[in-house]
């Protein structure tokens, strides 16, 4: 191995957002993280000691010899290296191509291991992008192979995040040494001498493709299939796959041979064999060989079975004939032997724990290697970040061929695009499109099945009509309420040879599930109608006709797009509004469409449930007492429709209240206006943030009583105020719903049905709120319009509407808080575990338009969903006071 180069692979990462956007000390966040890895890569050199090293010979003279050795002690240690680039995240995982740049990421560019006598044998390079940090590892080859590179990474890796800087920690995986008293073979010539070759890589295009699991499941089946045979991998398959691929990407004539060749881990196949963590290099090189015309005429199974008998072949026997006759006549290998024209060499492997190394900033984005070891023909094999089974392929090509492979209809026929293509079409991801883009971000969630579904059983009830309430009759106007939730396959399901099964199965439970749902909710399943009386004088009144209705609606879609594209965009993607029934639509379309209706949208690796309910027929509590009810029923397989918290409806035998007008024509109530073209971005923070602002207002008052969502809420009324840099004596407004349940007379149960929320605000001069006053002086304000919005006042309030409904009016410096983080979001689950995260629909949205969602991980912390237009996000965004207080999320 001494003329091969250095091991060069590096982790991206995201900087978690509360540190990486905290202008106001911008050097804090890396001063931190480089001194807790300079640390932890101390504490991680005792362990794996020789990559302190460097390389030396020994020599005798009878005989004449040599031998080399890791000298131990004159040494000034390994490497660190701290560097800056004006990169994003975003030029490296949206470029098409690897950009070269990503190649001055590592340090010992183009080094062979032989320079390891004045080189260090290991060196970590971290450089810090404007939103993110790249640790870039450089390891000689010749101390250790990629299992021990990747067992050092993950090794560090839990020394950093275990907080601890003894030298006597104990790793869960320690590296195992060989236990030798002197040199283990002798050579007769000085292997350290300059006559080891260097070549320099040709001009390459290097490109990552993505391979689902359910697409390498399917692979393995052909390829066992073609063959009769079950002991076939699905990376013997992938690997037949790409060879033959490239093979005719270079237009080879029939009779021109070709091979691949790949690495082996011996340390199994040794007799005895030798654990994973022993360190040192031990792989050996397999390779088989083949005319062109029989492996690209033959099918997928005869390349496969042609690779797995080239591994079977590579017995303990074989492995030591070929180390002894190496000892006898001694070589090293040399460059141009990895560069022969018609060669496929598969090097690094998926099943190295690669996404497995974090160092406090969650999960790395990607994987990325270095100038070395690269040559026409080289693909290197990685785990695909989702797991599951997924793998990424690096390959290197030369140009032409690179753009023959990307024409080969076959080949990219089998790929998902796990990341948007190009840095242009990942920046444009990220942001709210025009609003020409809307017809073509419709177009692409295709709708595959729509379906009505009706009530189980019918309930006596069911057949009486239920009326709307003098709140429910409110939000005629409004719009449905649109809340999802976004779900990764679990990986169980991913079996390629029945790849519509696990949709299958998921959609029948859904709708056997939402027709149980539907027994204990069974108006949701109506449609609305209207109630005429002329005596004593006309009237009318609203109410759900449960007869004379189809159902609740039932959508199966699909959108080729994976959750990392929806959950990493730094703002939301405006298909996220195609993934929810009856966009646009107000609630006084309820006489001609359903109620409800639930979108099931296939995403490549995921699973996105849209609900859409009318707001008239309940509140933000309602619509999340449904959804966790269809999840029990589902989760619980409940045939006896036995819910542990059933709704209660009004027992009614006749309207609630009737009105002057009717209000279900459309000319006497105002329809909302289409929305402007808005950003929408989520913001999380943290309990402990929460907690911080929570105490500083209630310090700033000298009181006790403000609640965690009052003082937040006051922290975003102050911010996007300070956004729209409006004059100091122009006013601005907070509105936020209040739920009305608590304060009625007698009080209701949360679990009581319909639209109880009511409106309430408090107004002050710009000036005022920023300037003359603290965060506890706003979050005050809040809380008083809290406790003052009384029974009476919300009786009086829905007196005058029904009187005189007003007209829908936007107000330009409002901040409106929606939706509540109490409600239990997270708690909803179908069979995929927890939620990745909770998205909205179009319905409800405008400047200045706030949603409060529970964060993730629980305990107190909270996301908001922010609308702005585009100035004012970007106000927003440069505003140090506010992002200070963000943190990173994974939702």
Not at 363 to 391: F, L, M, Q, T, W
Not at 439 to 464: G, M, R
Not at 678 to 701: G, I, P, W, Y
Not at 879 to 887: A, G, I, K, R, T
């Amino acid at each position: 191995m001494l003329s091969f180069q250095y091991i060069q692979k590096g982790l991206l990462f995201l900087k978690p957002s509360q540190q990486s956007d905290d202008a106001t000390k911008p050097k804090d966040f890396m001063e931190t993280l480089l001194q807790n890895l300079k640390d932890s890569l101390a504490t991680a050199l005792v362990h794996f000691y020789p990559l302190a090293g460097r390389l030396s010979t020994l020599k005798t003279e009878n005989p004449r010899s040599h031998s080399v050795f890791v000298d131990c002690n004159d040494s000034p240690g390994a490497g660190f290296i701290h560097a800056k680039s004006e990169l994003t995240v975003a030029d490296i995982v949206g470029s098409k191509y690897v950009p070269l740049v990503v190649q001055s990421f590592f340090d010992h560019h183009k080094a062979v291991d032989v320079d390891g006598q004045t080189l260090s044998l290991l060196s970590v390079k971290i450089t810090e992008l404007v939103d993110g940090v790249f640790i870039g590892l450089s390891m000689n080859h010749s101390v250790g192979d990629g299992s021990t590179f990747w067992n050092f990474f993950n090794s560090w890796s839990e020394i950093f995040n275990s907080q601890q800087d003894d030298n006597n920690f104990c790793l869960k995986n320690p590296q195992i040494f060989r236990q030798v008293s002197g040199p283990l073979c002798r050579l007769p010539y000085s292997p350290l001498d300059e006559s080891i070759g260097q070549s320099e890589s040709p001009d390459l295009k290097e490109r990552m493709f993505h391979f689902s699991s359910e697409t390498l499941r399917s692979l393995k089946s052909k390829a066992n299939l073609d063959c009769g045979a079950t002991m076939i991998s699905s990376l013997q398959s992938l690997t037949a796959f790409i060879w033959r691929s490239i093979t005719r990407a270079r237009s080879l004539s029939n009779d021109q041979e070709t091979t691949c060749r790949f690495a082996v881990g011996t340390r199994i196949r040794m007799d005895p064999p030798l654990p994973a963590n022993h360190f040192g290099v031990y792989t050996s090189l397999a390779s088989t060989t083949a005319k062109t015309g029989d492996l690209l005429e033959n099918v997928l199974g005869w390349a496969a079975s042609k690779l797995h008998q080239a591994v079977t072949a590579q017995s303990s026997e074989k492995i030591a004939s070929e180390i002894d006759h190496w000892l006898k006549s001694p070589f090293v290998l040399q460059p141009d032997q990895f560069s022969e024209p018609n060669l496929v060499h598969m090097g690094s492997s998926p099943r190295f724990d690669k996404y497995g190394s974090q160092f406090g900033m969650g999960k790395a984005v990607a994987v990325r290697s270095g100038y070395n070891s690269k040559h026409d023909g080289k693909v290197s094999a990685y785990p695909g970040r989702e797991g599951g089974g997924s793998i990424d392929l690096e390959v290197c090509l030369l140009p032409e061929f690179m753009e023959a492979l990307e024409s080969d209809q076959e080949f990219m026929s089998l790929l998902i695009n796990k990341k948007i293509k190009s840095k242009e079409t990942f920046k444009e991801a990220k942001m709210v499109s025009s609003s020409s883009s809307s017809s073509s971000s419709s177009s692409e969630v295709k709708i595959v099945s729509e379906y009505f579904i009706k009530p189980k059983t019918v309930a006596l009830k069911s057949k009486e009509p239920y009326h709307l309430s003098p709140t429910d009759h409110v939000v005629l106007s409004f719009q449905y309420i649109q809340k999802g939730l976004l779900f990764l396959k679990q990986s169980d399901y991913d079996d390629a040879t029945k790849p519509k099964d696990f949709m299958e199965t998921l959609l029948q439970k859904l709708k056997d599930s939402l027709a149980a749902t539907l027994v204990h909710f069974y108006p949701f399943a109506g449609r609305l109608s209207t109630l005429k009386t002329d005596n004593p004088r006309r009237s009318y009144s609203v109410f759900v006709d449960c007869n004379n209705s189809p159902g609740a609606g039932f959508i199966h879609a699909k959108l080729d797009l994976c959750v990392s594209d929806i959950i990493e965009s730094t703002y939301v993607p405006l298909v996220v509004h195609f993934l929810f029934d009856h966009h646009k639509a107000v609630n006084l379309d309820g006489q001609n469409m359903s109620l409800l209706s639930v979108k099931v949208t296939e995403l490549v690796d995921g699973v996105f449930i849209g609900l859409s309910m009318n707001h008239s027929i309940g509140d933000g509590c309602t619509f999340w007492h449904f959804f966790n009810s269809f999840s029990d029923i589902f989760t619980n397989h409940n045939n006896l429709f036995c819910l542990k918290n059933p709704p209660i409806f009004r027992e009614v035998s006749g309207p609630l209240c009737r009105l002057p007008y009717s209000p279900l024509d459309k000319s006497s109530i105002s329809h909302q206006s289409e929305s402007p073209v808005l950003k929408e971005r989520m913001f999380h923070f943290s309990s402990e943030t929460v907690r911080s602002l929570k105490s500083k207002a209630n310090q700033d008052c000298n009181t006790t009583t403000i609640s965690s969502l009052q003082s937040l809420t006051a922290v975003i009324w102050r911010s996007i105020t300070r956004a729209r840099k409006a004059p100091n004596d122009q006013e601005t407004t907070c509105r936020f719903a209040a739920d009305s349940r608590s304060r009625m007379d007698p009080p209701l149960p949360t679990n009581h049905v319909g639209f109880y929320v009511s409106a309430t605000s408090t107004t002050a001069k710009n000036g005022d709120l920023l300037e003359k006053n603290g965060l506890g002086w706003a979050a005050s304000k809040l809380h008083r319009a809290v406790t003052e919005h009384t029974g009476e006042k919300i009786a009086s309030q829905i007196d005058r509407w029904l009187k005189s409904p007003p007209a829908a009016v936007h107000d330009p410096n409002v901040v409106h808080m929606g939706s509540s983080p109490r409600f239990d979001k997270y708690g909803c689950q179908f069979g995929m575990g927890k939620a990745v995260a909770v998205r909205s629909g179009y319905g409800g949205k405008f400047d200045g338009k706030v949603s409060a969602y529970p964060g993730r991980e629980g305990g107190g912390s909270i996301d908001f969903e922010v609308c702005l237009l585009p100035e004012f996000m970007e106000a927003l965004e440069s505003d140090q006071e506010f992002m200070s207080l963000v943190s990173s999320s994974q939702n």
